[in-house]
């Protein structure tokens, strides 16, 4: 495992903009992740957004499926990668 890199980097704009419409479309869909997220930004670019995942398997599948379609749109119009983690 890698060691921990979590350095802080100079936030942008961009950035922040990319991570609020990251985390509207998260509680849009996973209400549930409202208050309960937790964001990590490592020094290589990526931000982690971590939340308590649903125990339903589908439920869980579904949220991974459609913030990986957010993070990817995210990913081609900011180059700003994020990603969920439970």
Avoid: C
């Amino acid at each position: 495992m890698r060691n921990a890199a979590r350095q802080p980097r100079q936030i942008t704009h961009k950035a922040n903009d990319a991570l609020t419409r990251y985390l509207t479309a998260l509680e849009e869909f996973y209400p549930a992740a409202k208050g309960a997220t937790h964001i990590s930004r490592w020094q290589d670019g990526r931000v982690i957004v971590n939340v308590p995942l649903p125990s339903d398997d589908l439920e869980r599948m579904d949220l991974f499926d459609h913030m990986a379609e957010v993070g990817t749109r995210l990913l081609l119009e900011t180059d700003e990668y994020i990603i969920i983690s439970g």
